[in-house]
Antibody
């Protein structure tokens, strides 16, 4: 049974770094890509980045300077780190299985506030 | 590639045939998917590669299109179809459209 689950802090202070973990089950990170997508409250979906099954990465050009995605295949975990957070980074953050985003996590709401 | 969805809000009645549009700023080469998102839930994949129905999705959903212009059609609207629908291209990078919110008339 394919599952993805995001975890991380619900509140981050401005200018700090966000660290999220996506723990997957039912498939191997050596066979599938994992994407990160976020959604500000009441707004649409924004593609953030992807880590390939090979370990390579691609990022949204608007976030590239602040974003890093990595993984630990042995633990079936994918990690997102984004620095210099601002209030506009407040959003629900999702991980999803690529290439078709056919399975999604439940999402984790992150609020950027002092 | 930028994706423009229209309309942004669509009011329809149960039983209506509904058509949602997604237009790309460049040729998408049929690498276009559609997602349904209900309030408080993660998006759900409906259609991939323009017209391939994801497993478990009702056959009243269908997709079509080519080049820069794509369409999601619901042949007969059910009340449980009320949601926001997003198109997504994976031909050149990865981009979501702005969404179409489908509400009950």
């Amino acid at each position: 049974q394919v599952q993805l689950k995001e975890s991380g802090p619900g509140l981050v202070q401005p200018s700090q770094t966000l660290s999220l973990t996506c723990t997957v089950a039912g498939f191997s990170l050596t066979s599938y890509n994992v994407h990160w997508v976020r959604q500000p409250p009441g707004k649409g979906l924004e593609w953030m980045g992807v880590i390939w099954n090979t370990g390579g990465t691609r990022y949204n050009s608007a976030l590239k300077s602040r974003l890093s995605i990595s993984k630990d295949t042995s633990k079936s975990q994918v990690f997102l780190k984004m620095n210099s957070l601002q209030t506009e980074d407040t959003a629900t953050y999702y991980c999803a299985r690529g290439p078709l985003l056919d399975y999604w996590g439940q999402g984790v709401m992150v609020t950027v506030s002092s | 590639i930028q994706l423009t969805q229209s309309p942004s809000l669509l009011s329809a009645s149960v039983g209506d045939r509904v058509t949602l549009s997604c237009k790309g700023s460049q040729n998408i080469n049929n690498y276009l998917a559609w997602y349904q998102q209900k309030l408080g839930e993660a998006p759900k994949l409906l259609i991939y590669k323009t017209n391939s129905l994801q497993t478990g999705i009702p056959s009243r959903f269908s997709g079509s299109g080519s080049g820069t212009d794509y369409t999601l059609t619901i042949s007969s609207l059910h009340s449980e179809d009320l949601a926001t629908y997003y198109c997504y291209q994976y031909n050149n990078g990865w981009t979501f459209g702005g969404g179409t919110k489908l509400e009950l008339k």
